[in-house]
T-cell receptor
Framework: GAVVSQHPSWVICKSGTSVKIECRSL??????MFWYRQFPKQSLMLMAT?????????EQGVEKDKFLINHASLTLSTLTVTSAHPEDSSFYIC????????????FGPGTRLTVT | AQSVTQPDIHITVSEGASLELRCNYS??????LFWYVQSPGQGLQLLLK??????LVQGIKGFEAEFKRSQSSFNLRKPSVHWSDAAEYFC???????????FGGGTRVLVKP
């Protein structure tokens, strides 16, 4: 149980285009999902927290107009990188938390984005 | 603000030898502490967590960790390493069990045959 999937697992896009990454909780309902970014050989940095049906909360320094997050249902959150540039190339990881507080979060396998 | 430091970027250990990964945290209140392992092509897997109670926590895959409040540490240990333990290990802290996580820089473990 507690499986989180991400799609696609890797994507290559051209500079200036937008790309959407999906995060799904497969066997539980996730009221909260988190989006992290991981540069090569570095740690995970939280980008934003999304709650189903409400606007995402972005961490300081993360451009909300560039990284659009939508948590439209209890099993799906999407991250859209708009007008992507090579510096947006990274590994994007989502996690999902069932229920409310005192539940651990479960991580997806990540999406490798390469912007050319 | 909370922060996590993993002093060792790389550790090389022989198969069968013991392993200890260091983690120091900075947080004003009682922290919720986690150790995750990341293998290539796989998502982060939770090894163990500490919320309260017994300061020695047992996890999966034979790992354990000890919470030492006086040292602000939560070091991960394994008595005998297997080749499959080669991976990246992350220590993390949060204010509550399901809250956003702050990760340390990670420690890459290499296992020599």
């Amino acid at each position: 149980g507690a499986v989180v999937s991400q799609h696609p697992s890797w994507v290559i896009c051209k500079s200036g285009t937008s790309v959407k990454i999906e995060c799904r909780s497969l066997d539980f309902q996730a009221t909260t999902m988190f989006w992290y970014r991981q540069f090569p050989k570095q740690s995970l940095m939280l980008m934003a927290t999304s709650n189903e049906g409400s606007k995402a909360t972005y961490e300081q320094g993360v451009e909300k107009d560039k990284f659009l997050i939508n948590h439209a249902s209890l099993t799906l959150s999407t991250l859209t990188v708009t007008s992507a540039h090579p510096e947006d190339s990274s590994f994007y990881i989502c996690s999902a938390r069932p229920g409310t507080a005192n539940y651990e979060q479960y991580f997806g396998p990540g999406t490798r984005l390469t912007v050319t | 603000a909370q922060s996590v430091t993993q002093p060792d970027i790389h550790i090389t250990v022989s198969e069968g030898a013991s392993l200890e990964l260091r983690c120091n945290y900075s947080y004003g209140a009682t922290p919720y502490l986690f150790w995750y392992v990341q293998s290539p092509g796989q998502g982060l897997q939770l090894l163990l967590k500490y919320f309260s109670g017994d300061t020695l926590v047992q996890g999966i895959k034979g790992f354990e960790a000890e919470f030492k409040r006086s040292q602000s540490s939560f070091n991960l240990r394994k008595p005998s390493v297997h080749w499959s333990d080669a991976a990246e290990y992350f220590c993390a802290v949060s204010k509550a069990a399901g809250n956003k996580l702050t990760f340390g820089g990670g420690t890459r473990v290499l296992v020599k045959p």
